[in-house]
């Protein structure tokens, strides 16, 4: 089954009255979990987007005190982990400041960790593809934000 585009999705959710709209949202939240965690975002978290990142934030530390450090091999799965899931957050806010707000963090619980990703090459890798990200976003954003992110940035390189 090919799916329809989504402009022909938009005009056939305009013709739906709200109660067929909503069995619809729920019916779809039901079979995926990032089905269900974007509802959540959008519905609950939107309004807020400081209060969202802290709870990002606060996950993501979680996950870093929980990382087995004992072999590089198993830290850099858990690493990769915890980035795809700040990742997942991101493309739910689609906000470039939440975006760079939170790499930066990335960055910096890394540098903290005390894990040596120095001595590996794809975990370097891993690294300069996020400050690369970073530095992309800040181009997109206003001047002043971008001064304030710019601090943060040149301690992490």
Do not use: W
């Amino acid at each position: 089954m090919k799916p329809a585009s989504l402009s022909d999705i938009k005009k056939e959710l305009q013709l739906l009255d709200p109660q067929h709209l909503t069995e619809l949202c729920i019916r779809m939240a039901r079979y995926k979990k990032e089905n269900k965690e974007l509802l959540t975002y959008l519905l609950f978290e939107s309004t807020n987007e400081q209060a969202f990142i802290d709870g990002i934030k606060d996950e993501t530390i979680a996950f870093f005190e929980t990382i087995n450090d004992s072999n590089l091999y198993f830290a850099k799965k858990s690493i990769r982990k915890i980035l795809r899931n700040i990742n997942k957050h991101i493309r739910y806010s689609g906000n470039t400041a939440t975006q760079v707000e939170l790499l930066i963090f990335f960055c910096k619980s890394l540098k903290e960790s005390g894990i040596p990703y120095h001595t590996s090459a794809a975990m370097v890798n891993l690294y300069d593809a996020q400050i690369k990200k970073i530095n992309k976003a800040l181009s997109t954003m206003h001047e002043d934000l971008q001064y304030d992110f710019k601090k943060d940035l040149k301690q992490l390189i």
